[in-house]
């Protein structure tokens, strides 16, 4: 794969909204210092989300206008709520220009197929390239799944997008009829992981943990169970059941888990969050 520091580093990256994604993406980048800050556009709706830009990097361009950004990048990264994506790319046309010269745009929409990406972008390139991707917000600490499909893009610019979620994560090409799917796992993943931080912590404070500390604890057991599946390759129930002593503590407390239904809940939540996809994919047919 060809040097990131390099690659990325030559080429203007916009953001059109400066919301909790695009802030994940753009801050996981620049402190992984493989692209410069000068090379940086966002736009927003408002003052305020553009200050927390400027508060991380006074060298990021930020502007009101969507755009100043279409005009000075060639990597665009739409970051809008998918509601507001046709209002907002009707104000994306550079004042006295008609079309526009190619672009790649990446699309972090949640249930915005590569079909109506394409049709609406129509307005700035009558044969747009377009990247529909699903990354999650723990790419600001290079920990994040990105997963994509892509549309009329040329081989440069699929290595550019490997190069640039690569970096953060991990990040994968699949076929666009998985987007919600995988979507409701790693897209929404993180929330469900948080509440288990949590509740492990509250279990900790329950029993008389400092709640800093349980914190810290609960949130270090999920990032070394992950690195354990990821790098040992074992399935998940083998690893469970190398921890689990027979009469134990921990199969106790799976057995309570069990009773409390928690698998299922998980696989409900899974379900659940696919579904909403699949119905905001659908409302735009």
């Known amino acids: 794969m060809p040097d990131p520091s390099k690659i990325l580093k030559e080429i203007n990256i916009g953001f059109v909204g400066g919301g909790n994604m695009a802030q994940a993406i753009a801050f996981g980048l620049l402190k992984k210092k493989c692209v410069n800050p000068e090379n940086i556009w966002v736009s927003s709706r408002t003052e305020e989300t553009l200050n927390k830009w400027k508060e991380f990097d006074s060298n990021i361009h930020t502007t009101l206008n969507n755009a100043d950004v279409i005009e000075n990048c060639e990597y665009i990264i739409l970051a809008v709520k ?49 990247v529909r991707s699903m990354p999650n917000t723990p790419l600001m600490v290079s920990e994040g799944i990105t997963v994509y499909c892509c549309s009329n893009t040329s081989k440069e610019d699929e290595i550019i997008v490997k190069l640039l979620f690569s970096i953060l994560g991990l990040c994968q090409d699949i076929p666009e009829s998985l987007m919600n799917s995988v979507g409701g796992l790693s897209g929404s993943g993180p929330a469900y992981a948080y509440m288990i931080i949590e509740a492990l912590a509250d279990g900790a404070v329950r029993k008389g943990v400092p709640r800093a500390l349980a914190n810290k604890c609960a949130a270090q057991v999920l990032v070394g169970a992950g690195r354990m599946v990821l790098e040992t390759g074992k399935h998940p129930g083998q690893l469970k059941d190398e921890v689990c002593s027979p009469g134990g503590s921990t199969i106790t407390g799976i057995h309570e888990m069990e009773r409390g239904g928690v698998r299922a809940s998980m696989m409900n939540a899974v379900e659940a969050a696919v579904g909403r996809s699949d119905e905001l994919t659908n409302s735009k047919k």
């Open 82 to 130: 998918p509601h507001i994506l046709v209002d907002a790319l009707k104000t994306c046309v550079p004042q006295g220009k008609d079309k526009l010269p190619q672009k790649l745009f990446i699309s972090v929409l949640v249930g915005t197929t590569l079909e109506v990406l394409t049709k609406e972008l129509k307005i700035l390139n009558e044969n747009p390239s377009v």
